[in-house]
């Protein structure tokens, strides 16, 4: 814990990823939180791998074996047979105990306008699970404002916009579907902490959390937030706070 707090790394990457040949370990995670303070993770397959159901299942047993300190996310080509797609959605649900979908639209290009996006959004909601969407590089499908009208779609699924527009590119946009669909939140990963002020003054910190992404930025990205001039109160909600009633888990 950091000074009293239960502190939730909300985004991070385990597995081997082919599209740039990096490797984590779960055993390497759990390492890195116990030496920066970290106390729960959302883990998370990088977003082009060459297996994805093993992933899962690597995944699945970290968790398993963590004694709750981290939560699985099912993330996968949405391109597959939507059978194929739907049936290993449920099953990292049902049988691996993940409750939430990652969507990588850098990686996966998918169009939440098209009609052929509905099918993704649907298996989430059927099965509540929250969706974390990746935004800022990999423009056009990264931009936050095309996730509000899914987002209206499906009011009680709550979604994540990963990176709060990315590196405070598309903050303002960010902050502006935060303001417009009370289900979205923001994880703040990549910003500047002049960024993190100006969502604050715009977006409350109970739907704004913390993530790391790399495992060579958790020591910068937690410091970023503790940082910052704002109240302590704000500051447990994002390092953790919001996260544990998003993901679930130790009280905050």
């Known amino acids: 814990m950091r000074q009293g707090r239960v502190v939730w790394d909300t985004h991070t990457h385990v597995g081997r990823a082919r599209h740039s040949g990096r490797s984590y370990t779960a055993e390497a995670l759990l390492e890195a939180m116990e030496a920066h303070g970290v106390d729960h993770s959302v883990v998370i397959p990088y977003p082009v791998v060459e297996d994805f159901r093993a992933e899962h299942d690597e995944i699945g047993a970290a968790v398993r074996g963590s004694g709750c300190r981290l939560r699985g996310v099912a993330c996968l080509n949405p391109f597959i047979p939507e059978a194929e797609f739907r049936d290993e959605v449920r099953r990292c649900r049902e049988v691996l105990g993940f409750k939430v979908m990652k969507l990588q639209p850098q990686y996966q290009a998918l169009n939440p306008l098209w009609p052929v996006s509905e099918s993704f959004f649907e298996i989430a909601a059927e099965l509540d699970m929250t969706v974390i969407i990746h935004t800022g590089s990999g423009i056009p499908y990264s931009l936050p404002a095309l996730y509000m009208p899914v987002a209206r779609r499906y009011p009680e699924t709550t979604f994540v916009l990963a990176h709060c527009g990315g590196g405070g590119l598309l903050v303002g946009e960010a902050i502006v579907a935060a303001q417009f669909c009370p289900n979205i939140y923001l994880e703040l990963s ?63």
Do not use: C, W, Y
């Not at 959390?209 to 994002?238: Q, W």
């Open 190 to 252: 990549t910003l500047m902490p002049n960024h993190v002020l100006e969502v604050l003054q715009h977006v409350a910190a109970d739907r704004l959390m913390a993530g790391s992404d790399l495992p060579e930025n958790v020591e910068v990205e937690f410091a970023k937030i503790e940082g910052l001039a704002v109240s302590e109160e704000d500051k447990r909600l994002i390092l953790g706070g919001t996260a544990a009633r998003v993901f679930g888990g130790a009280a905050a």
